[in-house]
């Protein structure tokens, strides 16, 4: 068996035409595309399905999504409607119009001290819990994608997760919606009247929603099997426990909206009753002889408080032994038959964490645990612990062989039966050939995840997979489980609904979906499906493209920390342009490769802010900005190269001519110097000047001169980019002025080696350069390896993104030298500042609010902590905006493409500018110029705050 060709490409014609019809529907028509590029970046999910949309569209109102929804079923197109992408079955991809619900729906409204939070479908599961933190709650759905997966994703797909079983996930924790039919009716189920209008507005839905009620509840079978499956966690088909648990038609509509995987509306908001966080926890990996004794454990340990138990089989737990975390025990247990138990208890107090524990105490001492039953409740034991468990995935895709699809499959079944549940599945993975497949799972709810490497390049492939399919099917149902339990049906398992519920109750669905649906507009093939070859059709291709990006599994959790994802392309869209472009060029189609390539260019290579965010959220550890680099590198010829090190090799009258330049700028009027630099950039330039502004800051301070002490605690290392860019305002010399006087306070002495011509290296790397960073490097490095006494003393820079840059330097250099400057130690200001200076300051005068912006760097240096230690140090109340984000400015990038700072600051400093700070500061001169740029205020290193604060009065 092998996957019947699915639907054909639209022609460019037909893309057009569609697209041009929607925008027609559109406040602002340029949010609707039928350009190829954008197309295929959006096309693509974390499943292992792809369809080429005919046209991509950004939706921002509830009345846009109606208009659009008439548009396509005037055009006679399906319509899908896209949030994060990280659904794993396929539901959020189709060959219609692809709607983007994410980008225009990012607001929250904290109600009742954070028992409720009124949410849009756009934020992620991460942003809507950081809304809640400040009142030690949390959403009840936790799932494992909550980085990047959004509150759409979440309530289309009824999310759980790890913790919240099927009392607090989005069914039991949505208190009201607000959704668009698609016939355009808007139904709020908040509104008192709500259920009289949908009466009025849609007679037939409402009528038809009491005839379903009544038809299921006369049926004992049919009750008797929702019951049954909804006591277990289960996204299979429809939820039609609404038409048990409520009565009003209006109630059993918006909770048959969750889990309805977008085939029957579009839930525009969503009221949740929040769960409180449980701050004290003892967590602990208990290793038993075999599957039998884990799953035996469980009722015993479950009645004594355990709020989490994940399972690990055997298979796992050899992953897990691989782990660079793994404790010494974990690493010489020679695993046979083993399984564990990753068992949390937390309380909201010390008090009765304890009180939990020591009534545990006697089940825990029961285990026959093979490496004891200790817990810890030491934070970063804890987040080791974790790591394994969470690593899984991480080491299992990561080792994936080239060109192969990660898949993440789901099950539950009831608990008494999960054992043999395993059993059978690890014979599966033997009898089809699946050898690194690995299970675990949430073995508290019965819900099982298994991963299995598949290609899907051959019919032969294709075959072993879809055999395993229907022998997965087979043990699942037999074991009276459900084949989806958080991933949603999706197309994967859209064959198999009836399967699992029978004739009665399939028709009852499809009942329900001709009802809200009777054009079938909404995500077609998605959830129901009669054809039994679904779920191999439209199989994606994965081509390999660069070594560093192959491991893509294309998750989506790159998207919400990457600055260009509103404005150009993000992480995973620029890796799957690259594979788009590979499956052309193989194919011939030298126009589709041409128009891929040139797009990619700005939208890609140009517009990335190399920030590298991307790698921290990355589970497999991809860095998308370091590949963006080396493809700038491999556009430069060998005259650019040469001209690069040059500048390198002269840094000192580059700089000097930059501040000339820019000193000669301010003297002459603004709208003549934007002209020339205007003329410049057209002229081909526009990597290289920037298009001046009226914001663009005069020339910094010279760096500071050389001091000696003998008895210097750390060299001190100034930044060049304060000798370009003068600070927002206050005293000249900006951070590193403001890092020497506060050392001085403190009677900290330094050593201030000659800087001129030297630098971190950052302009070199960033730009694709190699040549002039590796001639960088070595001067740098050669001088604070002298100053620092070989390694003796730290070495302290005042721009947070130039001390990553430093930490970074010796890469640039030949491998057999890079040893030599391996004792060099980096810290950034702000670091040093809170851990050598903050205690011998003065007492600061102290502000009553600040605004900070931590940057990119500080995240890459571990300096968060630090940075707020040294802003509450000086001011009462510190503010990071909860949407905060890298401003790319990323050095020059923001003055190079100013668009691309515009759309990542946008969100902040519209939060920010909600309110007046005393003071407004960041950690890196760049940033500063980039959130100036965009709230209006004047942002300044955080340690001229500080300096201003201890300064003895005169």
């Known amino acids: 068996m092998h996957p019947v060709v699915g639907p054909p490409a639209p022609t460019a014609a037909r893309a057009r035409e569609v697209a041009e019809l929607l925008r027609s529907r559109l406040d602002d028509p340029t949010r609707a595309s039928a350009e190829l590029p954008r197309r295929l970046a959006a096309a693509h999910d974390a499943s292992p399905y792809l369809f080429e949309p005919q046209a991509v569209v950004r939706a921002a109102s509830a009345a846009e999504v109606g208009a659009l929804m008439a548009g396509a079923r005037e055009a006679g197109v399906p319509l899908t409607l896209r949030g994060g992408g990280t659904s794993l079955a396929g539901q959020a991809g189709g060959a219609g119009v692809l709607v983007d619900v994410r980008t225009d729906w990012r607001h929250a409204e904290v109600l009742d001290d954070g028992r409720r939070i009124r949410l849009q479908p756009g934020l992620t599961i991460r942003q809507a819990n950081a809304r809640l933190a400040r009142y030690r709650r949390r959403l009840g759905p936790d799932p494992a994608s909550e980085a990047a997966c959004t509150v759409g994703g979440m309530v289309a797909n009824n999310s759980s997760g790890m913790t919240c079983g099927t009392t607090d996930n989005a069914y039991r924790t949505m208190e009201s919606l607000r959704f668009v039919l698609p016939s355009g009716t808007v139904v709020d189920s908040a509104v008192r009247d709500a259920d009289d209008r949908l009466r009025a507005d849609e007679p037939e839905l409402h009528a038809g929603l009491l005839r379903l009620r009544d038809r299921v509840r006369s049926a004992p079978g049919s009750r008797a099997t929702i019951e049954r499956l909804f006591a277990m966690k289960n996204t299979m088909g429809y939820g039609l426990n609404s038409l048990l648990d409520h009565s009003n038609p209006v109630e059993m509509l918006a909770h048959l909206m969750i889990g309805s995987e977008g085939t029957l509306g579009f839930v525009a908001e969503a009221v949740f009753r929040t769960v409180e966080i449980h701050e004290h926890a003892a967590t602990g990996l208990l290793i038993l002889p075999g599957l039998t004794d884990a799953t035996d454990a469980l009722p015993a340990l479950l009645a004594a408080g355990a709020r989490t138990a994940e399972l690990l089989d055997a298979a796992a737990l050899r992953v897990s032994q691989r782990d660079p975390g793994a404790s010494p025990t974990l690493r010489g247990l020679t695993v046979a038959g083993h399984a564990a138990l990753l068992v949390e208890f937390a309380e909201d107090s010390a008090e009765r964490l304890a009180a939990t524990l020591a009534d545990a105490r006697g089940v825990l001492d029961r285990l026959p645990a093979v490496t004891g039953t200790e817990l810890t409740r030491d934070p970063r034991e804890r987040a080791r612990l974790w790591h394994l468990r969470k690593g899984l995935y991480t080491a299992v895709a990561g080792a994936r062989p080239p060109g192969t699809t990660a898949l993440l499959e789901d099950v539950a079944v009831p608990l008494p039966r999960l054992t043999g549940t395993c059993d059978g599945l690890i014979g599966l993975f ?296 003068a600070p927002e305002d206050g005293p000249a010399g900006g951070s590193a002025a403001a890092f020497l006087r506060l050392c001085d306070l403190a009677g900290v002495p330094l050593v201030v080696p000659a800087t001129a011509g030297l630098c971190c290296g950052t302009p070199w790397q960033s730009k694709g350069y190699p040549a002039g960073h590796r001639e960088m490097a070595e001067r740098t490095l050669a001088a604070l390896w002298t100053a620092s006494d070989e390694g003796r003393l730290p070495i302290v820079c005042d721009a947070s993104s130039c001390t990553h840059g430093l930490a970074q330097l010796t890469a640039a250099l030949a491998e057999e030298d890079q040893a030599r400057y391996r004792d060099l130690r980096f810290v950034d200001s702000v670091t040093f500042t809170a851990e050598h200076l903050l205690p011998a300051l003065p007492e600061p005068r102290r502000l009553g609010s600040l605004a900070l912006h931590p940057t990119c760097s500080t995240v890459h240096l571990g300096g968060i902590d630090d940075l707020r230690a040294v802003a509450r140090a000086v001011a009462d109340t510190v503010t990071v905006p909860d949407s905060w984000g890298c401003c790319a400015f990323a050095g020059d990038r923001g003055l190079l493409h100013p668009e691309v700072t515009a759309g990542a600051t946008a969100a902040q400093a519209a939060e920010i500018n909600q309110r007046g700070y005393d003071a407004y500061a960041s950690c890196n001169r760049t940033c500063e110029m980039g959130m100036s740029r965009a709230t209006g205020q004047p942002y300044r290193h955080l340690l001229q705050v500080l300096v201003e604060a201890v300064e003895p009065l005169a």
Request: net charge negative.
């Open 430 to 725: 033997d009898r089809h050939g699946y050898s690194d497949a690995v299970i675990f799972g949430h073995a508290r709810d019965g819900n099982l995840h298994f991963m299995l490497t598949q290609s899907f390049d051959t019919p032969a492939e294709i075959d072993r997979y879809a055999r395993f399919t229907d022998d997965m099917v087979d043990l699942v149902l037999a074991e009276g489980g459900t084949l989806k339990a958080e991933h949603g049906t999706g197309r994967a398992m859209a064959p198999f609904v009836r399967r699992q519920y029978g004739d009665e109750l399939y028709d009852v669905m499809r009942e329900l979906k001709r009802l809200c649906d009777p054009s079938g507009l909404l995500n077609p093939g998605v959830l129901l499906n009669d054809d039994p070859t679904v779920h191999l059709r439209q199989l994606k291709a994965v081509p390999t493209v660069d070594p560093e990006l192959d491991a893509c599994v294309e998750c989506g959790y790159c998207e919400p920390v990457c600055p260009t994802a509103d404005v150009t392309t993000t992480p995973r869209q620029r890796i799957v342009l690259q594979r788009q472009i590979a499956l052309a060029t193989a194919a011939g189609d030298e126009e589709r490769r041409r128009e891929l390539t040139t797009d990619y260019e700005y939208a890609a290579v140009d517009s990335c802010a190399a920030d590298s965010l991307c790698v921290t959220a990355c589970p497999v550890g991809i860095d998308t900005g370091a590949a963006m680099k080396r493809l700038r590198a491999e556009r430069h010829g060998p005259l650019a190269q040469r001209t690069a090190r040059a500048a390198a090799r002269h840094w000192k009258g580059a700089v000097a001519g930059v501040r000339m330049g820019l000193s000669a700028a301010h003297a002459v009027p603004t709208p003549v110097t934007r002209a020339a630099t205007g003329v410049i950039r057209g002229l081909g330039a526009g990597e290289l000047v920037p298009l001046w502004s009226d914001d663009m800051p005069r020339a910094g301070a010279p760096r500071p001169a050389p001091r000696s002490a003998p008895d210097a605690q750390a060299v001190f290392f100034a930044a060049c980019v304060g000798s370009l860019f």
